[in-house]
């Protein structure tokens, strides 16, 4: 059965169409800003998510401290509609992005993130070209094994060849744990802390991220802020994890059923280029609202496969049907705009402006 909403939106925007609730949006940005105040440290969102300065703006005025961006691109279309504390959470190579990183520099206050020599033998360039200091954190690995180093003794040499380089600042640590992985965390923290203050050293930032660790938050001491990302729409995967509800996932894909060839088949119009093909480890590729014992089994690039086995309800031909993604974030950069509603209705589009900025 198709929503009276959902047929306007088809009707005036056509499927497959990602579609934002700003009144959960809102609800979402409160939740987590209220969460980082009653545990004392800042909160400095992930603009990957939702890659729109008009949200990262609304983020900002709630209380956060700054933003978090992956790449130069975000930063660059963050820092033109003029927010001004940055922190790059990932390494930067090259004379490409040592020249983009000066300018960024010139204009807003940037920090940036480093795991090796490599990086850091770099980064003075920027500093130089922006004519002012470029603070650096150190990237630990507390558990993922994504990127970091491994142990405090090297982010204690890391920090140090930081502070040491012209140009550059030593501003403190990043990590990523797990989220059972704190108490390890806390002791990388703790040692890779003494080391750099027995050099003289301190650490003014000691950045914690991830939304699903929000029952963690402010759980490591000595911690300054809190990177959350996906909490601003939410998707499967942070339902799954326990740091979100059903009703807390702000954007949801309208798809058409465009095929029923069989009773217990159909084919949504919503397939791997818009959906993704990220199960986040979940069973199928989201959630049908109003068919929820359906299953999106696989895709093609515009077909999603309908598994109506298990279902008591079946779409027909026609039906308009609400899907939460897995993970979100992807889903999101595959998308040139969102829709904005407000209950039942429609007030407006809102571009992914910093889609597609890998680089």
């Not at 390494?91 to 020599?117: I, P, Y």
């Amino acid at each position: 059965m198709t929503t009276p909403l959902a047929a306007k939106i088809a009707r005036e925007y056509g499927t497959p169409c990602a579609v934002i609730d700003m009144d959960k949006v809102e609800r979402n940005i409160a939740r987590i800003q209220k969460a980082c105040d009653e545990a004392g440290i800042a909160n400095r969102p992930h603009i990957k998510t939702h890659k729109n300065p008009t949200i990262a703006k609304m983020q900002v005025a709630a209380g956060a401290k700054g933003i978090t961006c992956q790449k130069l691109g975000e930063a660059e279309i963050m820092a033109n509609a003029g927010i001004d504390d940055i922190l790059i959470s990932y390494n930067l190579l090259g004379e490409e992005k040592m020249a983009r990183l000066g300018a960024l520099q010139a204009k807003a206050n940037m920090t940036v993130a480093a795991d090796n020599s490599t990086v850091v033998a770099g980064l003075p360039k920027a500093a130089a070209a922006s004519g002012r200091p470029l603070s650096v954190v150190v990237e630990c690995d507390t558990g993922r094994k994504r990127a970091g180093v491994e142990t405090p003794a090297e982010a204690i040499a890391l920090a140090r060849e930081i502070a040491s380089s012209k140009g550059l600042e030593f501003a403190g640590f990043m990590l990523y744990p797990t989220e059972t992985g704190w108490a390890d965390a806390q002791k990388f923290y703790d040692e890779a802390l003494a080391g750099v203050r027995a050099h003289g050293l301190d650490a003014k930032i000691v950045s914690t991220g991830g939304t699903p660790n929000l029952k963690n938050i402010g759980k490591l001491k000595g911690g300054t802020e809190h990177r959350f990302g996906t909490y601003i729409y939410n998707d499967r995967m942070q339902v799954a994890a326990g740091s979100a509800t059903w009703d807390d996932c702000a954007l949801h894909i309208y798809s058409t059923v465009v095929s029923r060839a069989a009773p217990e088949r159909g084919i949504l119009d919503a397939g791997s280029k818009t959906l993704t093909t990220d199960t986040g480890g979940l069973d199928g590729h989201g959630l049908i609202l109003e068919h929820p014992e359906a299953k999106i089994a696989r895709f093609a690039e515009e077909h999603g496969f309908l598994d109506l086995s298990r279902s008591n309800t079946r779409p027909n031909v026609g039906d308009v049907v609400r899907i939460v993604p897995n993970h979100v974030c992807v889903v999101v950069n595959m998308m040139d705009e969102v829709v904005m509603v407000r209950g039942e209705e429609i007030i407006g589009t809102l571009p992914v402006a910093a889609r597609g900025k890998l680089r």
